[in-house]
T-cell receptor, first 111, second 116 residues
């Protein structure tokens, strides 16, 4: 999988949009961008994934740059329950079945 | 709720004990996984079962023994563990592991294991 770089931590005010960046400058054409989050001591929760186009679901939006070298996960109205570690994962088809979770971004939503 | 349940949620065991972790998925998926998450470390894949057959084993010590009796249930049998095996053990499932780059894995809540 292509390596990803994320900020170690971020704060966001409750009710505001949380924009979590991820750099994946070595991404190749068949690699998807996945986002998961993990609330303390719980299992990772799938959020969203995409290849080229921007994606939106009930949880978040994923914005992928045209060159696909970076992406941004957007939580439109952050709540205290969104406090978690957010993982950006780039996944290829030739790397077995494992999702490689790096260190992620620790997002703290502040009241 | 992700449709993947794990029991027990917490387990404390001695090094000479034998215990089992259970995972059940209610999503109709064809593959199930065991991951280990130690403190301050990324998730490590332990075992993969696809259509009830083990397809991947990343050289996990033999004191961990998986069992997949059907596509909805997965067990991890534990015996003579060491204190360094204390970790969060996570189960996941997915629909089609052959579609690797688009096959989303859904995780259970995990079992927090402490080995004394």
């Amino acid at each position: 999988d292509a390596k990803t770089t994320q900020p170690t931590s971020m704060d966001c005010a409750e009710g505001r949009a949380a924009n979590l960046p991820c750099n994946h400058s070595t991404i190749s054409g068949n690699e998807y961008v996945y986002w998961y989050r993990q609330i303390h001591s719980q299992g990772p929760q799938y959020i969203i994934h995409g290849l080229k186009n921007n994606e939106t679901n009930e949880m978040a939006s994923l914005i992928i740059t045209e060159d696909r070298k970076s992406s941004t996960l957007i939580l439109p109205h952050a709540t205290l329950r969104d406090t978690a570690v957010y993982y950006c994962i780039v996944r290829a088809s030739n790397t077995g079945n494992q999702f490689y979770f790096g260190t992620g971004t620790s997002l703290t939503v502040i009241p | 709720e992700t449709g993947v349940t794990q029991t027990p949620r917490h387990l404390v065991m001695g090094m000479t004990n034998k215990k089992s972790l259970k995972c059940e998925q209610h999503l109709g998926h064809n593959a199930m996984y065991w991951y280990k998450q130690s403190a301050k470390k990324p998730l490590e894949l332990m075992f993969v079962y696809s259509l009830e057959e083990r397809v991947e084993n990343n050289s996990v010590p033999s004191r961990f023994s998986p069992e997949c009796p059907n596509s909805s249930h997965l067990f991890l049998h534990l015996h003579t563990l060491q204190p360094e095996d204390s970790a969060l053990y996570l189960c996941a499932s997915s629909q089609d592991p052959s579609a690797r780059n688009t096959d989303t894995q859904y995780f259970g809540p995990g079992t927090r294991l402490t080995v004394l």
